[in-house]
């Protein structure tokens, strides 16, 4: 158990964020949309307008929702189409998946850990996780997605502020008898939980967001009403590492909390079924966000 106090967990979390705040950030049109979808008085036509004056966007969305992955019905030719069939959270919610990959860039850090490693796990995690959204009829398939893609967004922090710090928690790990998030916390001062959760705060998302990156590793911390997407990311996050996707070093979860499938309604078979439609689902996501 860490003995590090809130305060100065806090303290550390703060001053990275501040430090990498000109580097990690969304393009300026994806905080505009998220700006425009959040305000009550805009309209579809608002956000319509505003996509379709971004091109490189505006394809890229509609590569999104022509996929095989979003199964609609037909070929979407216009965003405005895209709006009145998805609405427009969700395609805010795309238009933010679309720009996070510009964000996991940097190569390799060292022998254990590229940030297209990360990469690769967060788009299995991110498919994962609307597959299990869409078992679990929570209506939150686009959310999860989202979710999914963001999780370990923290890591990414850490590797922008403190890239010694970083390269010397995976010299530790081997020989740790902590999990990641122990020798992280010893180094840093901090997990990637509190570094996630503060940058989907600095970047106001809506709180189910802070809550998944700040907890997908201790869903059950969070109240009940509160976990529902944070739970299912964390499935997510186990069948990853189940399939050893990417970069999975941080998860040591060996076998899901029966609760947590309990309070999604969701059956071992049904978590099967996911794993089955993965490989084919992870590969129409790369098809749409480069993978």
Known sequence: ?????????????????????????????????????????????????????????????????????????????????????????????????????????????????SARDLWVHSTAVATAAKLLADAASIGLSDEAFLAGLLHDVGIMVEMQAGRHKLIEVFERLPQAKTPFIGVEDEVLGANHQDFGRALCERWKFPKSFSYVTGYHHRPLDLDPSSRTLTNVVYIADWLAKKSQIGFVADVSTEQIEASILDELRLTEADIDNVEQQMPDAIDQVNAFLGG
């Not at 966007?57 to 992955?69: E, G, T």
């Not at 996991?104 to 850090?109: A, D, H, K, T």
């Open 1 to 113: 158990m860490s003995t590090i106090t809130q305060e100065s967990r806090e303290a550390v979390v703060n001053k990275a964020v501040q430090e990498i705040s000109h580097i990690a950030t969304l393009p300026e049109v994806t905080l505009r949309i998220i700006d425009l979808v959040e305000d009550p008085s805009s309209t579809a036509q608002d956000l319509n307008k505003l996509i379709t004056n971004d091109p490189a966007l505006c394809s890229r969305i509609l590569k999104v929702v022509n996929s095989a992955f979003y199964g609609l019905p037909g070929q979407i030719g216009s965003i405005n189409r895209a709006i009145v069939l998805l609405g427009l959270n969700a395609v805010k919610n795309i238009a933010i998946a679309t720009s996070l990959a510009k964000l996991f860039r940097g190569g390799e850090l060292c022998p254990n850990f």
